[in-house]
């Protein structure tokens, strides 16, 4: 059975940063291509930042420069530094593989102040 469990977030003033982790199971993680997502209530989930299996990354043009995505095989786990956070990256974050196949998780909350 999959499991994806994001953790991190909370609340921080704008300017300030987080780290977000994804621990997994039941997937071979070093193969997967894996994302993070956001969500606000009452629209679709997008993506945020993708690794590859290899270690690439992207980035939505929101977030460039300002996140960084990046993942620890040996202990099946994901991580997103968020820095210089912004009023408007207040979401609900989750992660998935890069295609979103998997069951969801519960996600982690981030909320910046303005």
């Known amino acids: 059975q999959v499991q994806l469990v994001e953790s991190g977030g909370g609340f921080v003033q704008a300017g300030g940063s987080l780290r977000l982790s994804c621990v997994t199971s039941g997937i071979i993680f070093s193969t997967k291509a894996m994302g993070w997502y956001r969500q606000a209530p009452g629209r679709q989930r997008e993506l945020v930042a993708a690794?590859?299996?290899?270690?690439?990354?992207d980035y939505a043009d929101s977030v460039k420069g300002r996140f960084t995505i990046s993942r620890d095989n040996a202990k099946n786990t994901m991580y997103l530094q968020m820095n210089s956070l912004k009023h408007e990256n207040t979401d609900d974050y989750y992660c998935n593989t890069r295609c979103g196949k998997q069951s969801w998780g519960q996600g982690t909350q981030v909320t910046v102040s303005s």
């Open positions: 690794i590859t299996s290899g270690g690439s990354t």
